[in-house]
């Protein structure tokens, strides 16, 4: 794994952020929380990806979120070389916010429909002073192509632009700014899976020639085998599982993560047969009210008392290799 | 851009010939005519004034020569004659001295021996025009800015602050507002003249008055806030609510993730995609209030045009009727024009060509 030694760029610490639910009129009052993210500890290594899996509800996004300080945490840290990115604000953060870009789930709704493309993708380099506008437009061509449009969609509008265009669009626009960090929320699910695959090659030589930092925010675990060097595995907004991609998909040893994978078709008729699933029973429980103790507990095939109780730890089992679970 | 405003404006001239079709259609349908009046007059009395304003010729003939009157530019050898009511035209261009084109004859009024249809557009128009577009500025100045407040500070005070106003104004009608202000600023307080208008003729492009004082901004305030205020609660909620929609667009995020100051996040970002349903209801608004609007004028005592919208009817007032509405149709055809022409303005998405 290239990560071992690398240095820390991103550690996120205690990461929590819950959303009020209110009641009332006029006086409002807080009746309860959405614990979205409760307690996400992680490091990202220069020049890695990390893959961060979950069903829909989990809390990726919001972590995503909470990280770029879009969201603002309930508590805990998120240090970027050693900046504490929460207790920073303002132009502070502004500036700050030129090294950590996010890619957005959505191409066709994250764009400003009434900007052209050249003013979208340039208006990181204006708002920061960074060029002239003689200068954002060749920076911004040259993006263009680096992403593999053709310059002259300079004065486009988005809605003249397929699906997998317009996220390429997106992918110039937070490559604008030249980030160390790109946080990748969903940015193929919305896509054809014909186009996925160009998307995520892109994103992929991007990385290569830029150095650049992902935390890749996926539900498709082939895809996130593809691309991460580690993976993060998240359950009702706590981290399950977090270990390098192979160890993860070849020795998963949280329960929920076996069961996660488990749902992996193989593409290989002789293995794919022998294919156990792990079926789940229930739902996801409610992040306004989740279980005491381990979160998974209510869905645990092999849950015992001890998980009702207390909470398990989240622990080192082998080098590399954090687990949840009282049981591992 | 060019060819897609020709192709409007033929449009228009259809629309508002059908209008005109409809509207003496139904005019001629309904029961009673202009010459009945409690005490019955003679029958020759009215066969002589029926003859006198060619009622008792067949109706597709007076259909004719109204829009003949109304939309043909006759050619002339002298131009106004004064005092005529039949050979009033609204424009008289001098050619030379004995060539005149004159366009467009409303007619006179059944009611007024005296006046004609184009006198109610000459004189009293206007005044509903000022006081139309005064209270259609307050309505902007007012609801827009408010709106914008509520959806930046939803569920705060000052959303809540804004929208019971917004409602207040919506559910306040003129006729209870109108008399309050009068009672408290006009008669209390004596602080504004509590009825009349401070125009007089000769208006700038027929509409704008030339006399421009303390005295007419003084007479024109309550009307305009009395009237505009309803309107501005329209557009606060119109404004609010679009606007809360766009801002959890994610488009909006992606601007805040690039480091937009929050306030170039609003004005460039957000606002812009906001106002299309807000000017899509500016178009109807202002022609509802630059026609002239009864309960207003009435009550503040302005001689604009709104009475004639309501007593016409009630008359029987063939040319007054057919005037008005066609005058309403104008207003409401080109505010959709521009109305359309701001989309374009607004959502590149939109294009006409």
Redesign the interface.
Known sequence: MKTENAEILLRVENLVKYFPI?RG??I?KTVGAVHAVDGVSFNIHKGETLGLVGESGCGKSTTG?TI?Q?YRPTSGHVFYNDVDLTSIKGEDL??M??KM??I???PY????????VGEIIG??LV??KLADRKQTQERVEHLLELVGLNAKFYNR?P?EFSGGQRQRI?VA?ALA?NPDLIVCDEPISALDVSIQAQVVNLLEDLQKEFNLTYLFIAHDLSMVRHISDRVAVMYLGVIMELTGRTELYNNPLHPYSQALLSAVPIPDPVVEEKRRRTILKGDVPSPVNPPSGCRFRTRCPIAVDICAQSKPEFREINPGHFVACHLV | MGRYLIRRILYMLVVILVVSFITFSLMHAVPGGPFDKEKKLPAEIIANLEKRYHLDQPLWKQYLSYLNDVFVPQFASEGPKGLVVDDDFLINIKITNSFWIRWMNFGPTFTSRSRSVNDIFRQNLPISVQLGLMALMIAIVIGVPLGIISALKQNTVWDYLGMSVAIFGVSVPVIVLGPLMIWIFGVTLKWLPPTGWGSKPPYFLGVFPTNLSWDYWRTAIMPSVALGLGSSAILARLTRASLLQVIREDYIRTARAKGVKERMVITRHALKNSLIPVVTILGPMMAGLVTGTFVTELTFGIPGMGKYFVTSITNRDYPVIMGTILLYAVFLVIANLLVDIMYAYLDPRIRYD
Do not use: C, Y
């Not at chain 1, 709704?109 to 052209?116: E, K, Q």
């Open positions: 209110k009129i006029i409002q979120r770029l879009l502004r500036v916010r030129r870009q996010m957005f789930q959505d709704a994250s764009l400003n429909p009434r900007m052209t208006e990181p708002i920061h509008f809605h997106g626009r700014l």
